[in-house]
């Protein structure tokens, strides 16, 4: 009877050693496996971004879909320009007073075009950009584009973003639902991933520097 409740008593001792191992394995596993994945989610997001500001500094707006966004990049290019100041005689003021009076002007001279797919993405990665770029799932990012109305003017937003749970699908649910609700200074906060905003005129993205450039507006 003594030799089956040591037994018993060992059972439960290496239970439990097994239980405290994995509250403190599993977490560590599941941030190793968490900041692999978000690099290259924020990797992506950034190019994504850098597209976006590309086709608004050229058209006037944001692309509201993928295909809109690729296309542009095959096709579109930017206008090189120079700034140069200079002084010009002023016509107004001489019609007016009769007396010759010289003003400063910024004069804005075009030298040429550049394509944007060359001065961004000349490697062709852009191609792919809508992909979620993790092994196992096939799934894209969530994008849309519009305007908001700031102080009477209408300007151009967009924001790009993909669920926590979907880059991190084969991980813990209960550290998943944990990590959904992060929010804290050196973290992603909140349940997804993401850049921009259809609320406010921002670029900015909602992940540390720890991953790069994120909180620039």
Same mark, same amino acid.
């Given at each position: 009877?003594?030799?089956?409740?040591?037994?018993?008593?060992?059972?439960?001792?290496?239970?439990?050693?097994?239980?405290? +191992?994995?509250?403190?394995?599993?977490? @560590?596993? !599941?941030?190793?496996?968490?900041?692999?994945?978000?690099?290259?989610? @924020?990797?992506?997001?950034?190019?994504?971004?850098?597209?976006?500001?590309?086709?608004?500094?050229?058209?006037?707006? !944001?692309?509201?879909?993928?295909?809109?966004?690729?296309?542009?990049?095959?096709?579109? *290019? !930017?206008?090189?320009?120079?700034?140069?100041?200079?002084?010009? #005689?002023? *016509?107004?003021?001489?019609?007016?007073?009769?007396?010759? %009076?010289?003003?400063?002007?910024? #004069?804005?001279?075009?030298?040429?075009?550049?394509?944007?797919?060359?001065?961004? +993405?000349?490697?062709?990665?852009?191609?792919?950009?809508?992909?979620?770029?993790?092994?196992?799932?096939?799934?894209? !990012? *969530?994008?849309?584009?519009?305007?908001?109305?700031?102080?009477?003017?209408?300007?151009?937003?967009?924001?790009?973003?993909?669920?926590?749970?979907?880059?991190?699908?084969?991980?813990?649910?209960?550290?998943? #639902? %944990?990590e959904r609700?992060?929010?804290?200074?050196?973290?992603?906060?909140?349940?997804?991933?993401?850049?921009?905003?259809?609320?406010?005129?921002?670029?900015?993205?909602?992940?540390p520097d720890?991953?790069?450039?994120?909180?620039?507006?």
């Amino acid at each position: 009877m003594k030799l089956i409740i040591q037994l018993l008593l060992w059972i439960v001792i290496i239970f439990l050693g097994y239980l405290v +191992f994995n509250a403190v394995y599993e977490p @560590i596993q !599941f941030n190793k496996v968490k900041e692999k994945r978000y690099a290259k989610v @924020i990797e992506r997001l950034q190019d994504i971004r850098a597209a976006q500001i590309a086709h608004q500094e050229v058209t006037g707006r !944001f692309a509201k879909d993928f295909d809109g966004l690729v296309r542009f990049i095959d096709t579109a *290019e !930017f206008v090189l320009t120079q700034r140069r100041d200079t002084t010009v #005689l002023d *016509e107004e003021y001489r019609r007016t007073y009769n007396v010759d %009076q010289y003003k400063d002007i910024v #004069l804005i001279d075009t030298l040429g075009y550049a394509s944007v797919k060359d001065s961004l +993405f000349k490697d062709g990665r852009y191609k792919n950009m809508s992909k979620v770029p993790v092994d196992g799932i096939d799934a894209e !990012f *969530e994008m849309d584009a519009g305007t908001v109305v700031k102080r009477e003017n209408r300007l151009p937003v967009f924001e790009v973003k993909v669920d926590k749970a979907v880059v991190l699908h084969d991980q813990d649910r209960d550290l998943v #639902l %944990q990590e959904r609700q992060v929010v804290s200074v050196d973290q992603v906060n909140g349940p997804y991933i993401s850049v921009g905003s259809m609320e406010d005129v921002t670029t900015a993205a909602n992940w540390p520097d720890s991953y790069g450039k994120g909180r620039e507006q």
